[in-house]
């Protein structure tokens, strides 16, 4: 054999040992580069930056559900926090909406997380002020006036088998632990909960255990979105799937494989890209990207986050629910004069 020809078979033995352990991350990535994402879907957007002639998307951060007040009419609380010199101040507000999507109505209250002074839950069609014991009807009758929640016995201290018996009859709303008023240094807990159209304030042993909130009664039905190809909702629809990197680890990257190898979860193969969807509301579809990481090599597709979806009947409107973000997102017809 030739030396020529010996140099060559070595460089390309040399050259193999080198490539081929990583086959399938260099195939992988010029495979990508091949894959041009398709004009059609180069207009889509972020949910938050759609911008449309016919539709506008108004977003809100709420940690409270959206409530159904009547058939025509539901509310949306949301809030907006700021820091300043005395902590992080909240501003919640409860917005009233029809069914075109316009906002007939509005109430802003505000707090200071970690003051004693005011702290606003909303239960079913009442805002109630835990820290001020007071609550209103606005959601009802639009009166703002806080109205006094009384204790039913101010001096008695109820133990935990008696609260079981109370909450028998009675609607969680809330309870927190408060400075006993008999005993300094020592905490108990203040309890306020709904029973015949009315609410009551009892204090309770520390050593009852705080039952969950179940919710409101008024929370809106979504509609779960299975955003999958085989299964999809009536309104959400993914229509494109476009991978955009490959995530490998190189089988010489040492330090990379070490960690994998004991536990630190890098080196997962997976490709991360853009997932497309079609959005159909009343008056035309809408045009929606989420990122996604597609799973190797079953190819299955994991996001951040799955969006509930509402459109009630007869309404113009549909809202989208991000779920353990927060946010809400109300997509509602543009209209210059809204009645």
């Keep these: 054999m030739k030396k020529r020809t010996k140099v060559l078979l070595s460089v390309i033995g040399i050259f193999g040992i080198i490539i081929l352990p990583d086959f399938n991350m260099h195939y992988q990535n010029i495979t990508?580069?091949?894959?041009?994402?398709?004009?059609?879907?180069k207009s889509y957007s972020a949910l938050a930056n759609l911008k449309d002639d016919t539709y506008e998307v108004l977003d809100f951060l709420s940690r409270e559900p959206v409530l159904?007040?009547?058939?025509?009419?539901?509310?949306?609380?949301?809030?907006?926090?700021?820091?300043?010199?005395n902590g992080d101040s909240v501003r919640r507000t409860w917005y009233k909406?029809?069914?075109?999507?316009?906002?007939?109505?509005?109430?802003?209250?505000?707090?200071t997380q970690g003051e004693s002074k005011h702290f606003y839950k909303t239960f079913n069609n009442y805002i109630v002020d835990i820290e001020a014991n007071t609550y209103n009807t606005w959601l009802i009758d639009s009166d703002a006036t806080s109205k006094?929640?009384?204790?039913?016995?101010?001096?008695?201290?109820?133990?935990s088998a008696e609260v079981e018996k109370v909450m028998l009859v009675g609607n969680y709303v809330?309870?927190?632990?408060?400075?006993?008023?008999?005993?300094e240094g020592d905490d108990i807990n203040?309890?306020?909960?709904?029973?015949?159209?009315?609410?009551?304030?009892?204090?309770?042993?520390?050593?009852?255990?705080?039952v969950n909130d179940p919710g409101s009664k008024l929370q809106v039905k979504y509609e779960a979105s299975d955003e999958g190809e085989d299964k999809r909702s009536a309104i959400i629809k993914?229509?494109?799937?476009?991978?955009?990197?490959?995530?490998?680890?190189?089988?010489?990257?040492?330090?990379?494989?070490?960690?994998?190898?004991?536990?630190?979860?890098?080196?997962?193969?997976?490709?991360?890209?853009?997932?497309?969807?079609?959005?159909?509301?009343?008056?035309?579809?809408?045009?929606?990207?989420?990122?996604?990481?597609?799973?190797?090599?079953?190819?299955?597709?994991?996001?951040?986050?799955d969006y509930s979806v509402y459109s009630p009947a007869d309404g113009d409107y549909a809202l989208l629910n991000e779920g353990q973000y927060f946010a809400i997102y109300l997509?509602?017809?543009k209209i210059t004069n809204r009645k």
């Design 32 to 41: 990508l580069k091949l894959d041009q994402l398709p004009n059609a879907y």
């Design 68 to 85: 159904q007040l009547n058939d025509s009419t539901i509310a949306i609380v949301a809030d907006l926090e700021n820091e300043n010199n």
């Design 97 to 111: 909406v029809n069914l075109k999507g316009v906002i007939r109505d509005s109430l802003v209250l505000g707090y």
């Design 148 to 159: 006094p929640i009384e204790n039913l016995h101010p001096t008695k201290i109820y133990s």
């Design 174 to 183: 809330f309870s927190t632990t408060i400075q006993s008023e008999k005993s």
């Design 190 to 210: 203040k309890l306020i909960f709904y029973r015949n159209k009315s609410f009551h304030i009892i204090h309770m042993e520390n050593s009852w255990t705080t």
């Design 238 to 305: 993914r229509v494109y799937l476009h991978k955009e990197k490959w995530i490998d680890t190189s089988f010489w990257n040492l330090s990379e494989r070490l960690t994998k190898w004991t536990g630190g979860g890098a080196g997962r193969k997976r490709w991360e890209g853009t997932a497309y969807f079609d959005l159909q509301l009343p008056k035309k579809t809408l045009h929606y990207t989420q990122p996604v990481t597609i799973d190797y090599p079953d190819q299955y597709v994991r996001a951040d986050h």
């Design 331 to 333: 997509i509602r017809p």
